[in-house]
């Protein structure tokens, strides 16, 4: 089955402490993306990649890194988490090129205490 | 970065009815305008989506207008039924970026 599979789905942790959140994808897709989602605010883009090793900023990626060493793999690293990043998170995957469908998962729901 | 503004947040139709959400932006080099649909617990799932290259786009009960002079676009749900029920969310791509809408809630009363 084709999907987007993000671990882990829920999340609760404290201040400073490391964490990284894992997304895959079975599509072969060269474009994935990872998304906050906050009441009032919509999706708003933290990172995105074009393909294996090219990795962009998005509109807010204060707080947060990536990495893309597979095709199919794309980790969000919260180095150092702060409250203000407590939302709900959600990568996506979409082929050749950004024009197409992006394929979200289920989210993660993260809680920083 | 872009600002994509949508209207109305919330949205409440009786069952049968038409809904009709709408967005505004401000980047006119924006040419892909896709539509996705959340359901509760799900993360979105695109419904419809269109190119600046036409200026409406149909599948069945679902339609997209695009005004690119005007720089707006809408979703047209015509006929709605209980399982349209759901969040809404416009979204545009600014180079290889995406920008989305704040979300309409939509409601179908049966």
């Known amino acids: 089955e084709a999907q987007v599979t993000q671990n882990p789905r829920y999340l609760i942790t404290v201040t400073g402490k490391k964490l990284t959140v894992t997304c895959s994808q079975n599509m072969n897709h060269e474009y994935m993306s990872w998304y906050r989602q906050d009441p009032g605010l919509g999706l708003r883009q933290i990172y995105y990649s074009m393909n294996v090793e090219v990795t962009d900023k998005g509109d807010v990626p204060e707080g947060y890194k990536v990495s893309r060493k597979e095709k199919r793999n794309f980790p969000l690293i919260l180095e150092s988490p702060s409250p203000n990043q407590t939302s709900l998170y959600f990568c996506?995957?979409?082929?050749?090129?950004?024009?197409?469908?992006?394929?979200f998962g289920p989210g993660t729901r993260l809680t920083v205490l | 970065g872009e600002n994509v503004e949508q209207h109305p947040s919330t949205l409440s139709v009786q069952e049968g009815d038409s809904a009709v959400i709408k967005c505004t932006y401000s980047?006119?080099?924006?040419?892909?305008f896709p539509w996705y649909k959340q359901e509760l617990g799900k993360g979105p799932q695109l419904i419809i989506d269109i190119r600046s290259n036409v200026g409406e786009k149909k599948d069945q009960r679902i339609a997209v207008t695009l005004n690119k002079t005007a720089k707006h676009f809408s979703l047209h749900i015509t006929e709605t039924q209980p399982e349209d029920s759901a969040v809404y969310f416009c979204?545009?791509?600014?180079?290889?970026?995406?920008?989305f809408g704040t979300g309409t809630s939509l409601t179908v009363i049966p």
């Open positions: 979204a545009l791509i600014r180079g290889n970026q995406f920008y």
């Open positions: 980047d006119s080099a924006s040419n892909y």
């Open positions: 996506a995957s979409s082929s050749s090129g950004v024009r197409n469908e992006q394929f």
